[in-house]
């Protein structure tokens, strides 16, 4: 069966947005899904689906089954396991020593929404950098994402259309999918 993994936007942030692992677990294998993992309690999980669902069509049928359950509506992304390894392949700063958690991946849920995060690159200052790739966008904030205008428009209005992840976490995805 093919593998996938589920990215979750602004949950579990704060006390709005509630959606407990456990919960979000059980509704997806409710769903059919199996082999379900949870990553942290931001929203993370790594699944497997039976034939050949769009990514896209899974996303929706989780949105809709936390929304219908849960009475949370949350933006979901979801990536098979061959694209997230693409995303995390075409990281331009891969192969440098940084802090992972201060390099955000903004997972969209198709090609016009990635594009939208364009403008982005003009909020970049300092040492921030800014990579707008094929299949995800990279900011590495050296200063840290709390002192950057492009986190802040990439976390605010402008990325609300995507979710984020910092580097370390879609590591941990990485291991995740590579053990199935």
Not at 3 to 25: E, H
Not at 67 to 79: E, G, H, R, S
Not at 128 to 156: K, M, T, V
Request: include cysteine; proline fraction near 4%.
């Amino acid at each position: 069966m093919p593998t996938f993994i589920a990215l979750l936007r602004g949950v579990n942030v704060g006390k709005a947005k509630r959606v407990p692992m456990a919960d979000w677990k059980t509704l997806m294998a409710d769903l059919g899904y199996a082999n379900i993992r949870t990553l942290l309690n931001s929203g993370n999980a790594v699944f497997e689906a039976k034939g050949k669902t769009a990514a896209a069509t899974h996303a929706a049928n989780i949105r809709k089954t936390i929304l219908d359950n849960l009475n949370v509506d949350a933006p979901v992304v979801v990536k098979s396991a061959e694209e997230l390894q693409r995303i995390a392949a075409a990281n331009p700063w891969a192969k440098e020593t940084l802090d992972a958690s201060r390099l955000l991946v903004a997972f969209a849920p198709d090609a016009a929404t990635l594009a939208g995060l364009a403008p982005i690159a003009e909020r970049v200052q300092g040492a921030d950098r800014f990579h707008l790739g094929a299949d995800a966008a990279y900011l590495w904030c050296p200063d840290g994402i709390l002192e950057s205008p492009a986190a802040e428009a990439l976390l605010g209005k402008a990325g609300r259309a995507v979710t984020t992840r910092n580097w370390a976490t879609v590591g941990k995805l990485l291991a995740m999918i590579e053990t199935d």
